[in-house]
Structures are given as structure tokens and as C-alpha cells.
């Protein structure tokens, strides 16, 4: 998914030495975004350009940064990153999750998220690896990248981006991220921890990291999603049961899933295409997207008339026709090698090494867990791709693992006045919780539920198990 930001800047800046300077804090003049088009009027700033992470092979990394709505520089910093692997945190995280704007359903303006993630932090989303959006190398054989490769790559970014924003080298950092996010955020955190240890100057303030509906170990989460399909009614018994009897998952790749029995690969295919193409297995309950649909919205809207409730179903498609519009790149000070193809959410062409989904990244967790750092497990219990089934039982197992014990006992928790999803907390550092009614991207379907739990996230909170509302109150029809 893409993310552009626009910014009226209402504030008195001068500019010395290439960088704005405001109230003592300087940013990099040349990457600040002034204004997107069809944006609405804010107060925060936002940038957005290039960090070269390996000069002599031209490979450079696009980024889009969003000042926090209120007090920017007495808010923490946030990194976000979609998964993929091979997927935009510029389409995804910023312009249909947790960013200031979504675009309009006309595809060419923006309108305010009230529900974005800057009213907690600051922001910050880089689309990585190289080959990933406006993302490049002049060297082709980057695109044949892996997971080693890609935590390098973002710790250099960071040690480049700092240079550019030098105010937030000692600020607070969290690190966030959703599906294959699961292994680039750990392996990132522990790239950064080996910094940490190995350097006099520079030491990176992590104080937390978020995963989204992450994969984390495949003998886990991908029996999981047969089991979300069979529960939830997508799957007949005779499948389900077949699959639980015929498949061992100890023994599955991403890389060659086929070397299990042939019964199991039957009922898998079986199901696969009973699903089919009609459901978003992302989120089973959301309605797909059509052109038809699209098509349909753009004559309504012209007439003032909106037929869409709750969820946009097409803002995927909005969001893609707004980034492939020349004016929107030139304000993002993107695409500046004119790369010979679209921008689209995921890379075409990026040739991933599949065999590193395979990686456990339960050992990298317990070491960040071990230095001392909160580490947060959330699912969107609509996900069939990495349903919470899955990640519950992982999370448990590290714990037993760490020797946690229970601190806050698995539960509900609630936001407004209803229940916002359930969670556990294990040895005051481990935390796992599901958003009620979300999916896979859990800001883009539960919005307020996912700022809810991310403020509670960086401002070290529980998620509150109790409400004000006396249970009296509510009126159950028979």
C-alpha cells in the first residue's frame, strides 16, 4: 500500500546550513514535503526522500517521515514496516493503516485519517528492500535479496537517517510492523542491539517492539490457518480433518511446501480452492473489491453521493492511482530515477529467498526480550493468512520458554465501552492481545481499537480490562 503526505506548514522556519531550523531542531530542508496534492490542511510537517545505504552499488531506500499532531519533539519515534516480503510501507502502513491521510475514492486527493498513528508518535515508514516502491539499486543482483541482507540494509538506513534528523538519535524508539514484518523488525532490533553493544557514540533507544499478525514460526501458523478456515466455517469437517490427520507442518517450507503427503497436499489445494477467490482471506468478513465497484463510486461521488459503509474496500486501487500521478511523486521527491515501471504495493519482480520464511524467530524475540525491552504480540482475529490461532500458542511458548510467569491474566480488554479484543501479559515485558473485528491490517479495519492499543503500547500502559459501563446496563434481546 502507498503513503503520501501532505503538509501546510504553519510555523516560522528559517533555513541554515540546508536544514530547517525550528525551535532549535533541524531537519533536512530538501526533503521537506510543502504540500500533496488534494491535501487537507494540517499543522504537523511530514518529509519524505532518499537515504543511500550503499553508495558505490547506487542502492538508496525511500522514506516518508510524519511529525507527531501535537508536542512532534516530546514524542517518541515510531519505524513502521509492511511485509511481503516485497510489499510498500508507503501503500501499506502509511496511506491505508496508521498514517495521517487515506486517498480520497476519486484516486486523486486525500482526506484525514482522525484515527493515525501520529497522535501518539512520530512516524516513520521506509520501503525496504531495494526494488520495493521508489526503492532501487543500480546493481541487479540486489533484487535477489534475502533476510540477512534486508536488517542490514535498514541498519545502515538508520545510522543515514539520523544524520539527516539528528534531534531523534536520542529519542525514544519503537519498532512496529506487520505480517513479514515478523522476521524484518527482529532481525533489525537485534542489528541494532549489536550496534549498541559494539559502539561508543550512537546507542539506539529501543524501548519496544510491535508485531501485527507477524509470521514467527511456520510449524505454527501455518496449520493455523486451516484451523481459522475449519472454525470459521470455510472449510467442510472431512477437509479440516483431513488436513489434522495428513499434514506434519514440522516438516513445511515456504520455499518446496510440497513435500508432504500426497492426501495433505489435496486437502490443502481442496481448500485453498473452496475458499477461493470470492473472500478476503485477510480478513474473512470484509467484502472484496471489484472494479465494478470502484467504476461505480467515482459516477456516485461526482453526484455527491457515497454507497460505501465503514471499511473502503478499494483503497488499495484509490491509493495506487494517487502514487502513479506525476505531481503526487514530484511533491514526494520520489521515483527520482524515473524507474521504467509503476509504482504498485508489491514488488513484481523482487526475487526474495523464500527458504529465510522458514527462519524461527522465537530466539530473536527472547533476546530482545532479554535486554530488557517490551515486546507486543497482536492479531486481528479476522486474519485466516497468520490468524491469531497461531501467534496465542507461540506467545505462550515463549514465555515458558523466558520462565514468565502470568502477570495480567488472558481476558478482555476495552475500548469505548465495549470489549476491543482479549489479552494476556507474561513477565511485564511480554504482551499478546487480539483487536476484535480486525484482520491482517488491523488499523485499516479497527482503527480506533489499533490507535487504542498502539498509544497504550508506547506510553508503556496496560490495555484496560475493565469498563465504566455496569454490565447492568446492556440489554441482550432473547
Known sequence: MGLRWVLTVVVTAAVVGGLVVDGGYGFPEEDLVVKLPGQPVVKFRQYAGYVDVDVKKGKSLFYYFVEAEENPHHKPLTLWLNGGPGCSSIGGGAFTELGPFFPRGDGRGLRINSKSWNKASNLLFVESPAGVGWSYSNTSSDY???????????????????????????????????????????QLAMALLDHNEHSADLKFNIKGVALGNPLLKLDRDVPATFDFFWSHGLISDEIGLTITNDCDFDDYSLASPHNVTQSCNNAISEANQIVGNYINVYDVILDVCYPSIVEQELRLRKMGTKISLGVDVCMTYEMTFYLNLPEVQKALHANRTNLPYMWSTCSNFLNYNARDGDINILPLLKKIIQNHIRVWIYSGDQDSVVPLLGSRTLVRELAHDLKFDITVPYGAWFHKGQVGGWATEYGNLLTFATVRGAAHMVPFAQPSRALHLFSSFVRGRRLPNRTRIPIDNYQLDS
Open 144 to 186: 535477489f535479496t534475502d533476510d540477512a541482507s534486508t536488517a542490514r540494509d535498514m541498519y545502515l538506513f538508520m545510522i543515514e537517517w539520523y544524520k539527516k534528523f539528528p534531534t531523534f538519535k536520542t529519542r525514544d524508539l519503537f519498532l512496529t510492523g506487520e505480517s513479514y514484518a515478523g522476521h524484518y523488525i527482529p
